[in-house]
C-alpha cells in the first residue's frame, strides 16, 4: 500500500501513526501521502516523456482539488486539466502556469470562457461548434486568439462503469466522429481561435489499454483527414482516463505499458501530445480515515457502523465502487460483515458481507484507494461536517482542508424577515 503500512502493528501514513491523526483532528479526515504523490507524478511523468517527445502532461483537477496537492504537482511540472471556473483559480493559486492549464468542460458559461481568456489559459478543448463560435467571439472582441482544439466523441465503449464512460455516441460529450471533419474546417478559419488539434477521453477507471487505442487510432485517422483538407494539427490531447487497482489482486497496465501504447499509434503523428490524468496520481495516495461508532447485529451479517458516510466518500454508493477496509490496528481476527455510514438511505452502504478485521466500537479503521474523486465529491447531506484532508511528509503532517463544522453552515443560512 505503498506509503500506508504497518509498524509495530499501526498503520502508518509514512512515518505518522494514523492514530495520532485521529486523536488531533477527529474523524472522518481524509489523509494524503506526500511521498506517494510525488512518487506517482514522477513514475507517470517519466514514463511519458522516455516514449515520446515532450508531452504536456496536466493534471486532472477534478480528482483532487486540495490547493497542497496542487502545489505539489506544480512542483513536478504537472499542468492542469480543468472543468469550471473554480477549479481554473484552484490551479492558478497553487501557482500552475496559466499556459500550463488546459480548459475541458461540456458547458463553460461565458463568464468561464471570459476568465479562461483574459487569465491567457493554455488551451480550451471545445464541446461544440456553438461553444467555438461563441469563444472566438469573445477573443476577437478583446483583440485575443484563444488556442483551442475539438473533442471529438469517438463512439468507443471504454468498458468501465456506464456512469463514468464519456466515449459513446450517447454520451454528452465531444462533437460526433463523422461531423468532426466538416466542424474542424468552419471554425479553423474564425479569427480569434487557433484550433489547432483535436481531444479525446472515454471515460475514467479503464482496466485495459485496447479501448484507448482503438479511440486513439480513430482520432490519428481524423487527423489524417483534417490536415489533407489542409489545416495544420500541432496538438493532440488524449485525455486521462488509466485506472488504478481497488482491490489488492486487480491487475491494471502500467504508467509504462501506457506510454508503449501510446507511441506506438501516435508514432508518425508529428504533434505536442496532451495528457489529462487524475486518478493514476492521486488514487492509491490517500486514505479515508474513519472510526467505529458501533456494531449492531444484522439478520445474515452485523453491521458494523462507522462516522464516515455516503457523504464523505460517495463512488460506493453512486458507483457501487470498491474500497478495501482495513482496520488501523487490526487484532488478526477476521469477521463478514456489512460496513454502513450514519446517513438515512440504504445508499450509505460501503460494503455488503464482505471478510474484514474484526472492529469494535472506538476502532479506527481505514477506506483505501480514497485518494481521487474522495473529498472532492464530499458533501454535507444530512447536515454532517464537510471531511477535512491531511497531508503527511515523512514524521510531519499537516491540516490541508479543514473540517468545516455544521454550525458554520448553518450560520451562512439567512431566514428572511417575511418568514420570522
Ligand atoms: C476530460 C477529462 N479529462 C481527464 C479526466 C481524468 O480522468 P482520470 O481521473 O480517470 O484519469 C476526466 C475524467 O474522467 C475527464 O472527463
Ligand atoms: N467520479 C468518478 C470519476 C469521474 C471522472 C470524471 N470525468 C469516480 O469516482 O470514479
Given at each position: 500500500m505503498d506509503h500506508f503500512a504497518f509498524t509495530d502493528g499501526v498503520l502508518h501514513a509514512e512515518q505518522v501513526p494514523l492514530p495520532a491523526i485521529a486523536e488531533a483532528v477527529g474523524t472522518p479526515v481524509y489523509v494524503y501521502s506526500r511521498a506517494t504523490l510525488t512518487r506517482h507524478a514522477r513514475v507517470f511523468r517519466d514514463a511519458l516523456t522516455s516514449a515520446l517527445d515532450k508531452p504536456h502532461i496536466a493534471f486532472a483537477v477534478k480528482s483532487n482539488p486540495n490547493l497542497a496537492v496542487l502545489k505539489l504537482l506544480a512542483k513536478e511540472g504537472y499542468g492542469a486539466d480543468v472543468v469550471s471556473g473554480g477549479e481554473m483559480e484552484r490551479a492558478l493559486a497553487a501557482?500552475?502556469?496559466?499556459?500550463g492549464i488546459v480548459f475541458s468542460g461540456v458547458g463553460k458559461t461565458t463568464a468561464e470562457l471570459v476568465r479562461g481568456l483574459e487569465a491567457g489559459i493554455g488551451q480550451f478543448n471545445l464541446e461544440s461548434e456553438e461553444e467555438g463560435i461563441e469563444l472566438a467571439a469573445l477573443a476577437t472582441a478583446r483583440g485575443l486568439t484563444a488556442p483551442a482544439v475539438l473533442r471529438v466523441n469517438?463512439?468507443?465503449?471504454?468498458?468501465?462503469?456506464g456512469k463514468i464512460s464519456?466515449?459513446?455516441?450517447?454520451?454528452?460529450?465531444?462533437?460526433?466522429y463523422d461531423r468532426a471533419a466538416a466542424m474542424f474546417g468552419r471554425l479553423a478559419v474564425?479569427?480569434?481561435?487557433?484550433?489547432r488539434g483535436l481531444a479525446v477521453h472515454i471515460g475514467s477507471?479503464?482496466?485495459?489499454?485496447d479501448p484507448m487505442e482503438a479511440a486513439f487510432a480513430r482520432l490519428g485517422d481524423l487527423m489524417h483527414t483534417i490536415r489533407a483538407a489542409g489545416h495544420e494539427v500541432s496538438h493532440m490531447d488524449l485525455g486521462g482516463g488509466v485506472g488504478v487497482p481497488y482491490k489488492a489482486d486487480d491487475v491494471f497496465p502500467s504508467p509504462e505499458d501506457y506510454a508503449t501504447m501510446v507511441a506506438r499509434v501516435t508514432?508518425?503523428?508529428g504533434v505536442t501530445l496532451m495528457f489529462e490524468p487524475g486518478r493514476i496520481i492521486s488514487g492509491n495516495s490517500g486514505v479515508l480515515l474513519t472510526q467505529v461508532v458501533r456494531v449492531k447485529p444484522g439478520v445474515t451479517s452485523p453491521f458494523v457502523i462507522v462516522d464516515a458516510a455516503m457523504n464523505d466518500l460517495a463512488r460506493p454508493a453512486l458507483y457501487d465502487a470498491w474500497h478495501d477496509f482495513l482496520a488501523v490496528?487490526?487484532?488478526g481476527e477476521r469477521t463478514t460483515a456489512h460496513i454502513v455510514g450514519p446517513?438515512?438511505?440504504?445508499?450509505?452502504?460501503?460494503?455488503?458481507g464482505r471478510d474484514i478485521d474484526t472492529v469494535q466500537a472506538g476502532d479506527l479503521a481505514v477506506f483505501r484507494?480514497?485518494?481521487?474523486?474522495g473529498a472532492t465529491m464530499a458533501n454535507t447531506y444530512n447536515s454532517r461536517a464537510l471531511v477535512p484532508e491531511v497531508m503527511v511528509d515523512g514524521d510531519k503532517w499537516a491540516v490541508v482542508a479543514q473540517r468545516i463544522d455544521p454550525a458554520a453552515i448553518l450560520a451562512a443560512e439567512r431566514v428572511p424577515d417575511w418568514l420570522e
Open positions: 501557482g500552475i502556469p496559466a499556459e469517438p463512439d468507443v465503449d471504454a468498458g468501465t462503469h464519456t466515449g459513446k455516441a450517447e454520451n454528452k460529450f465531444g462533437v460526433p474564425l479569427p480569434g481561435l487557433n484550433l477507471q479503464l482496466s485495459k489499454l508514432g508518425n503523428w490496528t487490526p487484532s446517513i438515512c438511505e440504504s445508499s450509505d452502504t460501503f460494503a455488503m484507494t480514497a485518494g481521487a474523486y
